[in-house]
DNA sequence: AATGGGCATGTAATCGTTTTCATCGGTCGC
DNA sequence: GCGACCGATGAAAACGATTACATGCCCATT
């Protein structure tokens, strides 16, 4: 491989001014640049880009920590961000870990130097308090994190909203004894979602029973496993809630063996609108989250910093979460479970219903 | 940041001594290597990656290029090289670009020096020509390509003899004019599918008609608008194979609003089991490809030659894919869609069904 | 004609490692 | 008791770029 004296010397220039040529830095008269560049096509040179971060300190990669690369949610977060990415010319390097504390510092550890900035998603506290001293002196930005980071950078979707519109959606239809399936306890995203939930019974002047919140850990499986201890209630919820799509899927598979009618026997709602929530049957009521959006907004946030690599601000923000009625919580579009499909793609497109009820129809948090 | 150097000054050795406490390598009492580790941990010290992969010309990460971060499909491959990549200690890259050659070369290109190999994912002829060159002086490892790339290393998925087993499924259950949605032509995936579809006929002693391969693009409303020109047809197919699960699950929906039974009316087929496809109703009997797995089995192909930093030795390797029957061909199981969650995770576990008919039924390719 | 300024280019120091080779005790064999 | 050897450590030369500073050169100004 060919390295900067070598185009130097066929050049018949210094190494500094081929420096320049690439670094379309300084001053280098246009017939000599445009000679340079010629000799460097030619022997197909291209900077060392492990010598160049060495001497200016900069990678031009950023890194992105998930929990788990599992799911379509954290699939679309990395998708946002390797879509700002490419736009921002900054390389991604992605790695995942079991979210406890120790395992996410050694990925931190093994990043280090590799990268100018870091995108963690911190789903608990123990994910955020591990990252907590390295974002003191590192550009650091975190996904969804708690209200704990409150020091941080931050960007997360507006759970509380979202759970607040999808209940009061329920309640509007005229369901008074709606349950819930809860995330996984210590998760952020799962707080939230109970915490709407809990919002919107009490400003509808519906009391809060504690036996109506069955413990979920947003798998299918526990979807599944929950609609038994529901079917036994008495009297039996009209509505669930379910703090992810994923869990509202699994309840929908083992209502439909339980021959439980949905929405006519009970009204279900999920959270992330999933790709496939649009063909499940009925068409899952859930909340939009823009996944996608999240990960090239992280990116966007990061970038400044990244580059003068100090780190980042406090500062949070919120994305928006929209309410998608379908058919399963038996709205007036219960039949109409036409969909509309556009934008065709590879493998999979993705298409938006209809949407109604923005978060922000929601009151204020 | 401290440096090698402080940590040498600190500890009262030599920046020799240090390096070789870190790179385990060579004889270094143990008592120093306990002094010299403790003043590093003290210190917060861990070796510049740049500065090393500068000198030993090993940057301990590899490249994953993809024609587009979009759903399910890539997205488990990629967890299933992070998996692999974890355990071996390299980091991962990851790229997408539009699959045209001139965006794959830029981005090869953006990757130099960064990676000591590349895992592509080569959905057509022009990926793999843009990559050929490269990966003659340089490790690479190709996924699903086609059989031009005979002088690659390469893995993929059995997609031809999925398709013959998910047809031949079809005909065992009494159908004879059994309708094909293919993916879009040049693809290498839906090209082996549709072969497996064709062989799968003739060997049934089923004359081709061309009339029943309806042209697809993987997409969910490729899959959507195909119904209306399946109803058309006369007399009417009794069963459709579907290339992918994404166009499955469009048709699906579209049948369900022209009040198309599914599997009473037609029995339909796919390709890919996502996660979904169990979910669905009915639950989609599919072909189970690994995506996972696909990831797993190109990391550790690649590893040793990226260790190595020399090109890989061509060698193809093909990765099964089951059967899995479910509901929507009407097989025993029709009535049968009961789920069978096991293995509870975060946000998604995958559940899988009884499997049948390994691709090794089929016979040899 | 001498001086100064600006612009294009070159020289050399530097980034933080790894690694070759030299050095230096100490032990062993005789 | 002495040379050979061996095992631990150190000194210094890479690796391939960037960039501060020095150096000419040319032209304009006086």
Redesign the interface.
Known sequence: MATIRDVAREAGVSIATVSRVFNQAALVTEATAQHVRAVAARMDY??????R??ITHR?H?IGVLL?????????EV??GI??AA?RE?Y??????SR?NAETIVSAV??????IDGLIVMAPDADATTAVREFAARFPVVLLNPGAIAADFTAISIANEEGAYAAVRHLVTLGHRRIAMLTG?SGNFDAEGRRVGYRRALQDAGIAWDPGLELAG??????G??AASGLVRLRPRPTAVFAA?D?MA??L???L??ADVRVPQDVAIAGFDDI??A????PALTTVRADACGLGERALQLLVPYARERRPAEPHRETLAASLVVRASCGARQANG???H?????????R?HDERAAGAHDGPQA
Chains 1, 2 share one sequence.
């Open positions: 291209w900077p060392n880009s492990a010598a971060s060495l990678t990669a929990p788990d690369l599992y799911g379509e949610f954290f699939s990395i998708r390797d879509l490419r010319r390389q991604v390097l992605v790695s995942s979210a550890r093994a990043l280090r130097g590799r996984p850990d947003f798998s299918e499986s526990a599944f496993h992810n994923y899927i699994g929908l598979g083992a439909r063996d790709a496939i649009q063909y499940l049957n479970t036409t969909l499909p556009h934008r065709p793609g590879q493998r999979a497109s298409h």
